[in-house]
């Protein structure tokens, strides 16, 4: 059973376009964190969100949580060819033993 | 404050070796996880430890593979006689002890495990 659910699987788009990419779950997250993870490399963090309805930026990027805790979303604005990757989100389900629980990711390119 | 070490970073075995994966957490983490990615493919759980404890280990394979965390040094993902199939990108990521909403984890740049 797959806890954290993402959507869409994969999404090719050109330079300048906005995205928004969305991690849902049915059971209530203490926290949920977004990665990047580029080809051969280990995925990177970008923010934590844990309060309900919180909204977080990195330049571009917009991270909201939903209010019930259950769902996540990430906009990209005026995607560049920097933001190719792989997104991932995570969270802790503080009633699963305290593991990491992982969505299977967002594969983004971005095309000049 | 160095990051998530592993190493190596690509490793080669034969059918029927032993794979030795090494894991430094970041300093002050007492937790480490470890994962299994195939290529295209999404980050697979398989064991969840603190130093000298299993706490999780629902996602590793029943037979050839054991993981530990010893009090000192690194963690060790161990796979024994590996097959073609153990090929895949292996990465660690550690955190602090998990308290509160906003512990968040790190992770290494991965190995390699090439099986020929």
């Known amino acids: 059973t797959q806890l954290l659910e993402q959507s869409p699987q994969f999404l090719s788009i050109q330079e300048g376009e906005n995205l928004t990419v969305y991690c849902n779950s049915s059971?209530?997250?203490?926290?949920l964190q977004w990665y990047r993870q580029e080809p051969g490399e280990g995925p990177v963090l970008l923010v934590t969100v844990v309060t309900g309805g919180e909204v977080k930026k990195l330049k571009r990027l917009t991270f909201q949580f939903g209010d019930a805790r259950k769902d996540s979303s990430l906009h990209i604005t005026a995607a560049q060819p920097g933001d190719t990757g792989l997104y991932l989100c995570?969270?802790?389900?503080?009633?699963?033993?305290?593991?990491?629980?992982w969505g299977l990711g967002t594969s983004l390119a971005v095309n000049p | 404050n160095a990051g998530v070490m592993q190493n190596p970073r690509h490793l080669v075995r034969r059918r029927g070796q032993e794979a030795r994966l090494r894991c430094s957490p970041m300093k002050g983490h007492s937790h480490v996880y470890w994962y299994r990615q195939l290529p295209e493919e999404g980050l697979k759980f398989m064991v969840y430890l603190q130093k000298e404890n299993i706490i999780d280990e629902s996602g590793m394979p029943k037979e050839r593979f054991s993981a530990e965390f010893p009090k000192e040094g690194p963690s060790i993902l161990r796979i024994q006689q590996v097959v073609r199939g153990d090929s895949a990108a292996y990465f660690c990521?550690?955190?602090?002890?998990?308290?509160?909403?906003?512990?968040?984890?790190?992770f290494g740049q991965g190995t390699r495990l090439t099986v020929v």
């Open positions: 995570a969270g802790f389900n503080a009633g699963n033993n305290r593991k990491l629980i």
């Open positions: 990521a550690s955190s602090p002890l998990v308290q509160g909403k906003g512990t968040e984890a790190f």
């Open positions: 059971s209530v997250f203490s926290s």
